[in-house]
C-alpha cells in the first residue's frame, strides 16, 4: 500500500509550474481577447437582460431563489445566478463584465486540470503496478499535464462554453468539478487532509448548485480512488468513507434544486416533457458520435442543432461507432484501469445529459468541456507511452493551431446576425436557428426578410417557443394587425405561462380599437404582477374607453414599480385633468418633465392644464417647448395658435395654425381657427375659404359657421352671412353669438 504523496516540489520544479500556469493564462487570453464585446445572443437575453432577480444582490434570497424562471437557463441554478447578479452589480447589462468572469472562470479551470493531470501522474503508477512506461510519464508530469491542459484551454469546441454568456453554467461547474478532484488529491496527499477534505466536498457542493452535470462528481471521486490511489473499491471505501459520503450527499441539495423546477426544468428536461425517453436515447448515439468527431476536427462548429428525432436506422451508424467506445471502457475499467478511468470520465459526465430527455437540445457542444479533457488526455497519454516526450511538440504545435481556430469561432459570435447566419448554412433544418436569424434581421429592419425565415422556422416546428411570437411582431410592424393578432392568440395558446405575447396581444388589440384589450392587460399583470408597463397600458386601455378613473389606480401601480415611468406620470395627468382635478394634474406633469424633459407631450398637456388655471404666460411657454421637441404635432401648433390668437399675437398665430393646415388638411378645426385668425387680421376672403374648407369636412360644424357669416358680413354679402348664422344656431341651440347676429338682422328692415 502507497503513502501518500507530499510533493516536496524543487524551485526549478515551482519556477517550471509557475511558467506553465502563466503561460495557460496568457494563451487562453490571447485565444479569447475578442470575446469582451460579443453581445448577448439567445438564451443570454432573458437570462441577463431579462433576468429581474439579478438586479440587486440583497436581499441574496431573491438571487439565489429566482421565482417565475422555470425553463430558463438560471433556474434551479443558485450560484450561477448569482455570479450573472455579480456581474450586473459591476457594469449592469453591459457585456464587458460577463466576458471577463466567463475568461477567468475558463483560465481557473485549465489551471485545475492542469494541476489534476500533474499531480494523477506523480500519484500513479503504484509501486505494485510500477512500469518503464509508467515512469516515462511520471518523470515528464509537468510537461505533459501542460500540454493536455492547453490543447484543453484553446481546443475551438470550448469557444461555447467561455464566449456564451449564460453558458457559464457549464464553464463554472466545470470549474468546481475539477477543483472537487484537485482538492480530493492534495487531500490523499497531505499529511492533515481535513482542510482539503472540507475544501472538495465545498467545491462539490458549488458544482451541484451551477449545474445538475456536477452529480457525477461523488461517482468519478470514487473512481479516481479505486484508480489512482487505493487500487480497489473495497480500500477505498475503508479509507476514506466518510469524504465519498460526504460528496455523495451533495445529491440531496441537488434534489431539492432539481425539484424547484417541477422536477423538469419548466417543462424543457426530465421524463414528463412529452419526449419518450428510448426517442431521445436513440438521438444521442448521433450526439456522442458528433462529439467525438469535434474532438478531433472540430469544423464545423454550430451554435444550435435544434430538434430532431432519430429511429433505429437512423441511429445505427451511429451506434457503431459509441456502443464499441463503451463497451471498451467498461472492459478496461477492469483491465487497464487508468484507460477506464478515462473512458468513464467522458461517459459518465456526459450521462445525465444524454440520460434524461430533452424537448429542446439533442446535440449542445458545451456540454463537451469537461469530456473534452478525456479525449485529449487519452490521445496525449498514448503519444507519450509510444513516441516518448519528443512527440508532445506536435501536440503544442496543434494547440497553437487550435487557439487560432478559437479565435477565429469567436469572431462568428461577433454579433448575432454573423452567428444565426453561420448556424443556418450549416444546419439550415433547425428551427431555433432559423428563428434566431429571422429576429436577428428584424432588430435590423429587415423586416421581409425576417418574415422568410420565421415563416421557414415555423414549417420546422410548429409549436416553438416564440415562433408565433416573433411572427406577430414582425406582421405587427408591416401593419399586419389581423394577422399580428391571430399570431399573439396561437403563441398564448401553446404556451399559456408565456406572458409577452399576451402583452403585445393587448397592444394590437389597443391598435385595432378592441375593447379586450384591456382584459389581455389584466391577464399579463396577473402572471407578472411586477410588469409595470403591463399596468401602464392597462391604464391606457381603460382610458380609451373613457374610463379615466379606472385608469388612474393602474397608472399609479405602473408609477409605483417604475417611479422614472414618465410616459405613465403623463397619462395618469391626463386622467386627472378629464376629472377636473387640475392641481394633481399639473403636478403630474411637472413629475413628467423632471424625469424627461424633452417630453413634448408633457409639456403641451401641462399647457392645456395651465390654460385651465388661466396662468396664460406659462400656458405659451409650454406650447412653445412642445413645438420645438415636435414641429410635426398638429395638436401642439393648433393650441398654440389658439392661445397665441388669444393674446392679441395673431401674426405669430398664423403661421402655426397654417401649419396646422399644412400638416394635416382634413383637419376641420384647423381650417376653423385658421379662418378665424385671418378674419381678425381683416384678411377675410382667404378666412371665407378657410371656413368653406371646414365645413366641406364637417357640414354640422357650428362654429365654422359662425364664423364664415362674420367673414361674409365683412364682404358685405349680408343674405349668405344671414344663412350661415342660422345654420350655426340649427346645429347649436346655445351658441348666443349667432343668436344675437340673427337679432341685429331682424333689426335692419332692408336685409332678407
Known sequence: MRAPVTDPAAPASRRAILICAAALALATLAAFHNTFAVPLVFDDIPSVAGNRSILHLWPIWDVLNPSGCDGYTFSG??????????????????????????????????????GIVRRTLRLHPRPDQASADGAALQSNATPIAFTIALLWALHPLQTESVTYIVQR??????????????????????????????????ACLLGVATKEVAAAAPVLVLLYDRTFVAGTFGEAWRRRRWLHLALAATWLPLLYLVAGTGWNRGGTAGFGVGVPPWAYWLTQFKAVARYVELSFWPHPLVFEYGVFRAGLADAAPYALVVVPLAAATLVALRRRPVTGFVGAWFFVILAPTSLVPSNVQMIVEHRMYLPLAAVIALAVGASVTLLGRRSLPVFLALAAAAGVLTERRNRTYGSDLSLWGDTVTHSPGSAPAQLGLGTALFQRGRTQEALTHYEISLRLDPSSLTIHYNLGLTFLRLDRRQEAAAQFVEECRLHPRFYAPRFELGLTQLLMDRPQAAEQFEQTVRMNPTFAEAHYEWGVALARQGRPSEAIPHYQDALRLRPDYAEAECDLGVALYQLNRVPEAVACFQRALQTQPDMADAHFNLGMALAQMGRSDEVLAQYAEAVRLNPDGVGFHLNFGIELARAGRVAEALDHLQKAVQLQPALPQAHCNLGIALAESGRAKEAVVEFQSAL??????????YGLGNALIALQRLPEAKLHFEEALRVDPHLDAAREMLDRFRAVPDVP
Not at 85 to 100: D, E, I, K
Not at 696 to 705: F, K
Open 696 to 705: 366641406s369636412l364637417r357640414p354640422d360644424y357650428a362654429a365654422a359657421h
Open 77 to 114: 441554478r443558485p450560484v450561477l445566478n448569482l455570479s450573472l447578479a455579480l456581474c450586473h452589480a459591476v457594469s449592469g447589462t453591459n457585456v464587458w463584465s460577463y466576458h471577463a468572469l466567463n475568461l477567468l472562470i475558463h483560465i481557473g479551470a485549465a489551471l485545475a486540470l492542469f
Open 169 to 202: 453554467a457549464e464553464s463554472l461547474m466545470g470549474l468546481f468539478f475539477l477543483l472537487t478532484f484537485y482538492g480530493f488529491i492534495r487531500a490523499v496527499e497531505s499529511p492533515r487532509p481535513l482542510g482539503w477534505q472540507v475544501f472538495t466536498v465545498a
